[in-house]
């Protein structure tokens, strides 16, 4: 641990993996001693500590449902995305999080070298910093390292400093959403207002404007090419789920790719399936698969159930225990 809060060694398997949209996505998966720590400091310190009401994500109760619930009959949606939401939140900010939890400035200074990665582009030196460092940490030779790590995708402990960092953009947003009469969530780097009213042009602009402010306040970029903004009579999706009617509904999208894989095991047999869709094993797909099959009985019960029963079916027959 001294080596990792030092910056002498990474404590990290970084790898890449494919986004549905094209290019790639870090994870860092921590090596097994930080991988321990890390989980121990989830545990022990952070799932104890209340997120904002807004944040729907990696906090007990938070759900994709619960998120789309909030904006069930929606006449006008508008979607926001932080652009690298994890990386952006830089070291100095959890180590905050760590004081506000009562840590004295040494150990929530190794707390939050433990819970970030220095990594480029990402790692910096900023003046503020320097403020920021005690003088336990500055006496000590080893953590002279002045280079400002980050959260990384892949530790157990970043979603939920996440969500505590974000707290306070979540207030500023969430005055922004009051203040027009708007209903505002967030989903880790998914932010989402809607509104059951009429809304001006000038309004939209107004704010895209605010919240493009708001993201830049915070040490986040805005991602231009995803900001959807979905007007009446448009179709309006929340994490996946539509939400303009009078309840939650699957969309067809999900439907047809959740049947297709139950058909294909019907059909195919659970190798031929597994390797015609490209999963790297047998049971990474049942389980994958089991998972798409909960999410829609958490909406739509009676669907939900239906295929279920295909699927364990399917399952018994082809001799899987």
């Known amino acids: 641990m001294r080596k990792i809060i030092s910056r002498s060694e990474d404590g990290y398997n970084p790898f890449t993996?494919?986004?549905?949209?094209?290019?790639?996505?870090?994870?860092?998966?921590?090596?097994?001693?930080?991988?321990?720590?890390?989980?121990?400091?989830?545990?022990?310190?952070?799932?104890?500590?209340?997120?904002?009401?807004?944040?729907?994500?990696?906090?007990?109760g938070a759900s994709p449902l619960k998120c789309a619930n909030r904006h069930v009959g929606a006449h006008w949606l508008f979607k926001f995305d932080i652009h690298d939401f994890f990386e952006s939140i830089s070291e100095d900010r959890v180590y905050w999080v760590f004081r506000s939890c009562g840590y004295q400035p040494l150990v929530a200074f190794e707390l939050a070298r433990i819970c970030t990665r220095v990594h480029s582009p990402y790692a910096q030196i900023p003046r503020r910093w320097r403020s920021h460092r005690v003088h336990g940490p500055a006496e000590i030779e080893a953590y002279s390292d002045d280079r400002l790590g980050h959260l990384p995708q892949g530790a157990p402990t970043s979603p939920m400093l996440s969500n505590l960092v974000s707290a306070p953009m979540d207030d500023l947003l969430a005055k922004l959403a009051r203040e027009r009469g708007l209903v505002y969530t967030r989903y880790s780097d998914d932010v989402v207002f809607s509104?059951?009213?009429?809304?001006?042009?000038?309004?939209?602009?107004?704010?895209?404007?605010?919240?493009?402010?708001?993201?830049?306040?915070?040490?986040?970029?805005?991602?231009?090419?995803?900001?959807?903004?979905?007007?009446?009579?448009?179709?309006?999706?929340?994490?996946?789920?539509?939400?303009?009617?009078?309840?939650?509904?699957?969309?067809r999208e999900y439907r047809n790719?959740?049947?297709?894989?139950?058909?294909?095991?019907?059909?195919?047999?659970?190798?031929?399936?597994?390797?015609?869709?490209?999963?790297?094993?047998?049971?990474?797909?049942?389980?994958?698969?089991?998972?798409?099959?909960?999410?829609?009985?958490?909406?739509?019960?009676?669907?939900?159930?239906?295929?279920?029963?295909?699927?364990?079916?399917?399952?018994?027959?082809?001799?899987?225990?």
């Open 17 to 60: 993996i494919r986004k549905k949209a094209g290019g790639g996505r870090l994870i860092a998966a921590p090596e097994p001693q930080l991988l321990g720590v890390q989980r121990w400091i989830s545990r022990n310190i952070l799932a104890n500590r209340p997120v904002h009401s807004s944040c729907m994500a990696y906090a007990p």
């Open 195 to 251: 509104t059951g009213s009429q809304i001006t042009r000038r309004e939209v602009r107004n704010l895209v404007h605010d919240v493009n402010r708001g993201f830049h306040s915070f040490g986040h970029i805005l991602h231009r090419k995803k900001i959807v903004i979905a007007p009446p009579g448009a179709r309006k999706l929340v994490l996946g789920l539509l939400v303009d009617g009078d309840e939650v509904r699957l969309s």
């Open 257 to 321: 790719r959740l049947e297709s894989h139950v058909r294909g095991i019907e059909i195919f047999g659970l190798a031929e399936h597994a390797a015609s869709r490209h999963f790297a094993s047998i049971w990474g797909m049942v389980r994958h698969v089991g998972g798409l099959i909960a999410h829609a009985t958490a909406v739509d019960r009676s669907y939900g159930e239906a295929l279920q029963l295909r699927f364990s079916t399917a399952l018994e027959a082809l001799g899987w225990n």
